[in-house]
């Protein structure tokens, strides 16, 4: 049996073959013109054989089609504005309605004939001159109507002459009527709205219509030339419709007006959702359907927006945002619900913004009292906050719009996947959080009530971290609320104490928590370091000696980490205790006796690090802070010799050199002995350089002559140039003045003399000079 498609479907076939047919036919007429030019060489115009035509012979076509047809309009144009008067009533009509009937019914004839794209351009003509005839009859017949009511009739009459013209059998393979008829019927509605003074409501009520229409055509019409421009007048005359009333309902001053608006954007989302609802393309019908729930929220919170105050303006639509999540489970097609889905989203992020100024003050303002030490407590929370900064309007309402969101959240984490759950948990807990922190300053709590309130959030939020999986989420959130808490205290010395001690003892108490610990516990070493500092400014002290205070810090730290072993706490632990080390020293800085005396406690606690296993590198750090503690107090002395300086050095070092030249006897002498050497060596040999007593030179090179003997009998390579050296240098630092009194004696000429002689020896000798030089490298090198 015979399976035959519907007409319209067999008639977009029959076109789309006839319309291969010219093209196929168009191709070999260009081909044949070309081979007859080829076969006449000695014709003038005939094209060269590998010449490339730049236009096809269709496109040609279709531009001289083009042309004729846009020359035939502004001639009718031209006869109808100007030519008109010269001829009677009768007269006008005969001609207009003559060349108009004659150009409508050229079409079908050219169709038959498989002239299409001429029919095409004939039509487009006709359709032209029916619009000429719209215009002529108001101008004659009817010219005491009104003018937008008769472009309102005459848009109507002539979409449906032109609908009704592209089905005729003879014109129905034409394209151009029934888009043509569309494109008029997008200003009928809308020009009778004008004509019957329907105000901004009606307006905007048929640009919705007509935008409805539009898209109820573009699902249905099975033409791609007409769903095209459907597709283009819904997004177009809808985006128009929809901007209309948006800014009807904002600028809406009562329930009345308001709910119009509403039902202005209720139709807008409605035509969204249903085209939503029967599009094919996933993408598209989700895009539809989100804009759909954005405009349901609209018109819905615009309803309450004017019976409530501009506080709670934004919790209105949030709340009509949250309700769009219903639809997640409703039986709905996927893209749809996705749609809605991506509303509600979209309206809880707008919301979450609106409220992010009231975060931001909230969290930034403490820092303000970090230059306010102890000025005095202020009023109230909010008081405290705003110090530096001013609170936002509309305030009130945000705690609210927090807290909704962290319901949603917590309600979507009990939906997710299992990847997605702590994401979603994390989101939850962060809301949760930031609605307990701005509430003190919303209400305006006092002061002290606000403080209690921002400790037991920290506590409660470490509790969260050491019950639930949100580890670090919450980790960070008890961080952040404990360091704003501390800056708030500051208004005050009692507060500052208090809020201090107990947050480094929530701290201690959390590292109890092995999951914690890495956290806390430097955490609370880092409050009891601020714990001393306040003790100690409280009590009147100088720095220099809250400083020996500030020392129980890393003592403390020091001691925790010995009986920790290899926790991932040990880390966190000493690196604290160092920054409180390094806040000691700084302390002591403007005293040089107590900061020797600091240095020197530092060197003992890192002494004590160094005999822990796995920890042997801190006994440099120790010798470093030993050493700079003797420097420092012998800088406070007024102590100058670079000996005192040095020596304490170069006794250590050659200690440790000999325990490892003992433990390893491969290890070089420049390692072992270099560096104590050269530490007292060198400073002393530029102190004597320029020291004009025999004491220092006489005692440097016998200490040199020493070092010599020593690496000349162990046969080490480290002492015995270093000690020769410096014994070299030292004694010719004591001929010097002699040399000097010897050189201005001699005559000018004896010194070049004696460099011209030492040169020639060397040169009749170099041979064997470098056998000695060799012999000496030979030497050297055995030397370990």
């Not at 490339?52 to 020359?71: D, I, K, T, Y």
């Not at 010897?742 to 170099?766: E, F, I, K, N, Q």
């Amino acid at each position: 049996m015979t399976h035959l498609p519907p007409p319209a479907e067999e008639l977009r076939l029959i076109d789309a073959e006839l319309w291969q047919l010219d093209a196929r036919r168009a191709q070999l007429l260009a081909r044949r013109a070309w081979l007859v030019a080829a076969l006449r060489p000695a014709a003038p115009t005939a094209p060269a054989p590998g010449a490339r035509s730049e236009a096809g012979a269709p496109r040609v076509q279709n531009v001289l089609l083009l042309l004729g047809g846009v020359l035939l309009v502004i001639a009718a144009m031209a006869f109808t504005l100007v030519s008109w008067g010269h001829l009677g009533i009768a007269g006008r009509a005969a001609v207009l309605g003559a060349v108009t009937l004659a150009a409508l019914a050229a079409p079908a004839p050219l169709v038959k004939r498989g002239l299409r794209s001429t029919a095409e351009s004939v039509a487009g003509l006709a359709l032209a001159l029916t619009v000429l005839d719209a215009y002529a009859l108001h101008e004659t017949a009817l010219t005491g109507t009104d003018a937008t009511g008769y472009a309102a009739a005459a848009s109507a009459v002539l979409a449906v002459l032109w609908a009704a013209y592209g089905l005729l059998p003879g014109t129905a393979a034409l394209r151009l009527p029934g888009p043509a008829a569309l494109v008029a019927a997008q200003v009928t509605l809308v020009l009778w709205a004008i004509a019957a003074a329907a105000g901004p409501y009606g307006v905007t009520a048929a640009l919705l219509v007509t935008a409805g229409f539009d898209t109820a055509l573009a699902l249905r019409a099975t033409g791609r030339a007409v769903r095209l421009t459907a597709v283009c007048g819904a997004y177009g005359v809808g985006g128009w419709g929809v901007a209309g009333a948006l800014w009807l309902s904002w600028s809406a001053a009562g329930p009345g007006a308001a709910t119009r608006a509403a039902a202005l954007l209720v139709l807008a989302a409605a035509i969204a959702l249903a085209s939503s609802w029967r599009l094919v393309k996933p993408l598209l019908a989700t895009g539809n359907a989100l804009v759909g729930g954005l405009l349901l929220v609209a018109a819905l919170g615009g309803t309450l927006r004017v019976t409530l105050p501009d506080d709670w303006t934004v919790p209105a639509h949030l709340v009509w945002g949250v309700a769009l999540l219903a639809a997640v489970r409703a039986p709905l097609p996927e893209p749809v619900r996705r749609g809605l889905a991506g509303a509600s989203a979209a309206v809880q992020g707008l919301a979450l913004l609106w409220a992010l100024p009231v975060v931001a003050v909230t969290l930034l303002g403490p820092v303000s009292w970090a230059g306010r030490v102890w000025s005095g407590a202020p009023a109230d929370a909010r008081a405290a906050v705003t110090a530096d900064l001013p609170w936002p309007s509309h305030a009130v309402a945000a705690p609210v719009v927090l807290a909704v969101v962290a319901a949603v959240a917590a309600s979507v984490s009990v939906a997710c996947d299992a990847a997605w759950r702590p994401r979603a948990l994390a989101g939850a807990l962060t809301l949760v959080w930031t609605t307990a922190l701005v509430l003190p300053a919303v209400l305006q709590v006092p002061y002290t009530a606000g403080l209690l309130l921002q400790g037991l959030l920290a506590a409660a939020v470490l509790a969260v971290a050491a019950l639930t999986s949100a580890r670090h989420t919450a980790t960070v959130l008890a961080l952040v609320t404990s360091a704003g808490l501390a800056l708030l205290s500051l208004a005050g010395r009692t507060p500052t104490l208090t809020v201090l001690s107990l947050l480094a003892a929530l701290f201690a108490a959390a590292a109890c928590v092995s999951r914690l610990a890495p956290v806390a516990a430097p955490a609370a070493l880092a409050y009891a370091a601020a714990v001393t500092c306040a003790t100690g400014a409280a009590a009147g002290w100088q720095p220099q000696h809250t400083a020996l205070l500030v020392l129980a810090v890393p003592a403390a730290a020091a001691l925790f980490a010995t009986g920790l072993g290899g926790s991932r706490a040990t880390v966190p632990i000493e690196v604290a205790g160092a920054a409180a080390g390094l806040l000691a020293i700084g302390l002591a800085a403007c005293d040089a006796p107590m900061l020797a005396l600091v240095l020197a406690l530092c060197g003992v606690i890192t002494a004590g690090t160094a005999l822990r296993p796995g920890r042997r590198h801190a006994g440099y750090a120790a010798t470093v802070l030993f050493v700079l503690a003797g420097w420092v107090r012998l800088a406070a002395w007024d102590v100058t010799a670079p000996e005192a300086y040095s020596l304490p050095v170069t006794v250590p070092a050659l200690v440790v050199g000999v325990l490892r030249r003992q433990r390893d006897p491969r290890t070089s002498s420049w390692t072992a002995y270099g560096p104590g050497l050269a530490v007292t060596l060198l400073p002393s040999l530029a102190a004597a350089w320029a020291d004009p007593h025999v004491t220092r030179p006489l005692l440097l090179g016998t200490g040199a002559l020493l070092v010599t003997l020593a690496g000349a009998r162990q046969r080490l390579q480290a002492p015995l140039l270093l000690g020769g050296s410096v014994l070299v240098l030292d004694a010719l630092h004591e001929l010097a003045p002699y040399v000097v009194q010897v050189t201005d004696a001699l005559p000018r000429w004896v010194p070049p003399a004696l460099a011209g002689l030492l040169l020639l020896a060397l040169g009749a000798t170099y041979e064997s000079r470098l056998r000695d030089v060799r012999r000496v490298r030979e030497v050297l090198g055995r030397l370990s």
